[in-house]
Structures are given as structure tokens and as C-alpha cells.
């Protein structure tokens, strides 16, 4: 079974600032790689599929990279509603999640 | 507008049953492959189930194959998740997903409800 591990668990950026987040598979996914937000008490929602394309109506702030086993989320400003919990997942297999990546104000 | 809504949560005692339902609406239902996944508290997301469009295949990973059966009707836009011989580590949120293809398994989901809660206590 394939393992994602998201890093760092905990994430201070400040707002305005740049945050990446990382995720790396335990064997190649290809770029068939997803990241979701999710905000307290709310569902996840899609931000990128394919590794790097986002989402319909996802703000282009956010953007994706990376293919086989290591792979970056990255949001070039901060706004104060990007902070939340990001996931990784992948579906190259079965679908397996990462732990999650908690992004708090700093 | 696209719109997941799930419903059947609630507290049951471990070995029992449960039936979810997640009623779909804003796109043609029949034409896509949907997930069930869950959230334990405080947890991460777990996939626990998928199934085709046209409900001829099904798949669940070994934590719940034989415990968890997913099932859609078409005709209703609805998407089925029965799970019997519940554990309390069957405890958590449910989340009916749609995934952007017909047939495949391997996907992410592109679209969610809101969720509903699964209790298993005595």
C-alpha cells in the first residue's frame, strides 16, 4: 500500500507570505496527485488535480508541482481565509491520503 | 449547482448497521464514478468506498471489504453506503464524493457534501 506523508505537520506563515507544503509518496504516483483545504467543521474541497492544474474557481495564488514522490503545494500570498488544513492524496492506486498539513497565522 | 446531500447518520451500538444516503443533484449523475470517505475525530481522510457510474463495479479497501457495501440508483440520483458489523473505529464523518470519471477508481474527487455522523458506541 502506498504511504503520503505531508510535511511539516504545522505550518506558521504570516499573512502576505509564501507557504510550501510538501508531500511525498512511498513509491511513483506519475502526477496523478490531488490537494484539498479544509476548513474547520467544513468538507475538503479540490484545489489541484494532475499535480499542477487547479480546480475550477480555485484562485491562481495556489499552485502545484512535482511528479513521482515528491510533490509541493504552494501559495504564493496568504489570505486569511488560506488558513486551514491541506491534504494530499493520491490516485495512481487506490485513493490514500496524506496526515494533513495544518497552516496557522503566524 | 452542483450538490452533494448525505443523510442515515447516527448513533448505533457496535455490531450493528447503518444505511447512508447521498442524494445528488446539478450534473448527470449516472455519468460519473462516486467515493464514500470518512473522518474520524480530530483524524485524517479515509477512502472507504467507490463505485462506477453504472454501479457494475465496486471497490473498498481491506479495512472495510465484507463490513461496507456501496450501491447506487440511478433512476433516484442517490448513492448508497451500507455498512453492517459496525466498530468503533467506524466512528467518524461521511463525506459522498464525485469524481470526475465514469469507470475508474483511481481518481480524486472533485466535488463534496457536507458530511454526516457515524457514532458506534454503547
Known amino acids: 500500500e502506498i504511504v503520503m506523508t505531508q510535511s511539516p505537520a504545522t505550518l506558521s506563515v504570516s499573512p502576505g507570505e509564501r507557504a510550501t507544503l510538501s508531500c511525498r509518496a512511498s513509491q511513483s504516483v506519475s502526477s496523478k496527485l490531488a490537494w484539498y483545504q479544509q476548513k474547520a467543521g467544513q468538507a475538503p474541497r479540490l484545489l489541484i488535480y494532475?499535480?499542477?492544474a487547479r480546480a475550477t474557481g480555485i484562485p491562481a495564488r495556489f499552485s502545484g508541482s512535482g511528479s513521482g514522490t515528491e510533490f509541493t503545494l504552494t501559495i504564493s500570498s496568504l489570505q486569511s481565509e488560506d488558513f486551514a488544513v491541506y491534504y494530499c492524496?493520491?490516485?495512481?492506486?487506490?485513493?490514500?491520503f496524506g496526515q494533513g498539513t495544518k497552516l496557522e497565522i503566524k | 449547482e452542483v450538490q452533494l446531500v448525505e443523510s442515515g447518520g447516527g448513533l448505533v451500538q457496535p455490531g450493528g448497521s447503518l444505511r447512508l444516503s447521498c442524494a445528488a443533484s446539478?450534473?448527470?449523475?449516472?455519468?460519473?464514478?462516486m467515493s464514500w470517505v470518512r473522518q474520524a475525530p480530530g483524524k485524517g481522510l479515509e477512502w472507504v468506498s467507490g463505485i462506477s457510474s453504472s454501479g457494475g463495479s465496486t471497490y473498498q479497501p481491506d479495512s472495510v471489504k465484507g463490513r461496507f457495501t456501496i450501491s447506487r440508483d440511478n433512476s433516484k440520483n442517490t448513492l448508497f453506503l451500507q455498512m453492517n458489523s459496525l466498530r468503533a473505529e467506524d466512528t467518524a464523518v461521511y463525506y459522498c464524493a464525485k469524481t470526475p470519471y465514469d469507470t475508474s477508481s483511481y481518481s480524486y474527487m472533485d466535488v463534496w457534501g457536507k458530511g454526516t455522523t457515524v457514532t458506534v458506541s454503547s
Open positions: 494532475g499535480a499542477s
Open positions: 492524496q493520491q490516485y495512481n492506486y487506490w485513493p490514500v
Open positions: 446539478g450534473f448527470t449523475f449516472n455519468k460519473f464514478a
